[in-house]
């Protein structure tokens, strides 16, 4: 199984109904507060900060990077294994 993940902020992508890859809360750009810095991923645009109020500004476009979760798991696996056998 692979994920995409923003390569900018981490979070994880997802593609929306025009398969275009979006942030977890359905918008393509991230916005910063300019008071609180609080980010916004929510689509539609909220034209002000959820949390202050303040402007919102853009901050990054989300870019997706691969990473493969099954790569991951089967080097930890492999590490587990024998030291599971030993133990038994
Ligand atoms: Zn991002
Ligand atoms: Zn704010």
Redesign the pocket.
Known sequence: MEVYV??????T?KLDSRGCWV?PGGALY?QRCERCGAEV?AFPYPDKCPVCGGRLLD?????PRRMSLVGERQAGGLGHTPRARTSL
């Open positions: 923003c390569v900018w902020c981490g979070r992508l942030h991230i991923d901050d990054h476009c989300a870019l």
